[in-house]
């Protein structure tokens, strides 16, 4: 096989492996978010015109510090972007146990909210609007739609499950997955509405997901690790 069928042949294997993945605390005919979600605001409504005239005032306003607050969060999407809640200790290298917890939620965020974005077929704000100017990773591809946020989504999830595991920090934890959907809006990648979206479908999976046997194992697996590291 030569060098140019052989580099065809990974990226279409990869694309494969993207497109198996399967759930594994909640599945998609589990949660049936386009029967509980509005649709969004439409493009030329009162609301969405609102929501731009915020994004460009947060444009104009953003600081150097905010900015890079949002990018931080653009490339952290899992349970340790909660670092600045519970302190240097609590990483990946330190808890494997919590490390594959978040990742295997991360994995049923995609798997749900993908099939949701594209039902509702939302553009992105600056594909909407070319005045918006994104500071973080953002796509030519106009069929990257944005309702409700995947980040978002993953933000509050994360949050949902951290608060199992160190309910102490419940207040503090709920304020910093706020924040780190409102990071979506610095970075000009989403609207408000996508991130209130993003809020309801990650509560609505968590709900499935505390009757799920296995994530009930690992979310045990992983409180007993954490709180031992963190000593709670």
């Known amino acids: 096989m030569n060098k140019t069928l052989l580099i065809a042949f990974c990226i279409a294997a990869t694309g494969i492996a993207q497109n198996a993945r399967k759930p594994i605390f909640v599945s998609p005919e589990q949660l049936d978010m386009t029967a509980i979600l509005a649709a969004p605001p439409a493009n030329d409504s009162w609301q969405t015109m609102t929501e731009l005239a915020e994004l460009h005032r947060i444009q104009a306003t953003r600081t150097p510090e905010e900015i890079a607050h949002a990018q931080k969060d653009d ?109 979506r809006e610095v970075c000009g990648a989403h609207f408000a509405s996508d991130e209130a979206a993003s809020k309801a ?27 031992a590291v963190l000593g709670f």
């Open 201 to 227: 479908t990650a509560y609505a999976m968590m709900a499935i997901m505390m009757n799920n046997s296995q994530f009930q194992r690992e979310l045990q697996a992983a409180k007993a690790e954490t709180r």
């Open 75 to 183: 490339v952290e999407e899992h349970i340790f972007a909660f670092q600045d809640v519970l302190g240097a200790k609590f990483r990946r290298e330190a808890l494997p146990l919590t490390a594959l917890l978040s990742d295997h939620v991360k994995n049923d965020e995609g798997v749900n909210v993908n099939p949701i974005k594209n039902f509702f077929k939302r553009p992105r704000p600056y594909h909407l609007d070319s005045t918006i100017k994104p500071v973080c990773k953002a796509t030519d591809n106009r069929m990257d739609f944005g309702y409700p946020s995947g980040h978002g989504t993953t933000g509050y999830l994360e949050a949902l499950v951290l608060i199992q595991i160190v309910p102490e920090k419940r207040n503090a934890i709920l304020q910093r997955a706020d924040d780190y959907a409102h990071s």
